[in-house]
């Protein structure tokens, strides 16, 4: 199993406070002879009568020395993770979870910004300290 970011368990917390249930920790996804692991599935029930949303959360922390470098490692683990969920689950959301530090002093770089609407990267902007969800960002 690959090590979990220093910010997991905050975020599984988070998506609970927030509704959802936590279906796979991780959630595996294979394709081929390539097994990625993404931190967590989860599902959230929309009315009884209706299928619920499903979302798959890659945590990272943005603590490294270099931001843009950490930038570059989740976007590449990020787009890797969409394409095979796209094989494996159409129906899931692919979300990458970041502290809230990190959203207002990387994600707000003309650079990062014009990635984010290209790429058209999901966020969950989470608060360490309140272990609460700040923003979605779809």
Sequence with gaps: MAARDKYHDIVR?????????ITHDPYIIEVGDTNYQ??????????????GSKIAVEIKS???PSPITAFHNALGQY???LFALKQQEPGRNLYLAIPLFAYNEVFQKPIIQI???EI??????????TQEIHLWKN
């Design 79 to 81: 787009l890797n993770y």
């Design 13 to 21: 917390n988070a998506l609970e406070k927030d509704g959802w249930i």
């Design 115 to 117: 990635t984010l609407k």
């Design 62 to 64: 943005f603590i490294a």
């Design 120 to 129: 058209n990267i999901q966020l969950i902007v989470f608060d360490p300290s």
């Design 38 to 51: 993404v931190d967590l599935g989860a599902e959230q029930m929309i009315a009884a009568e209706r299928s």
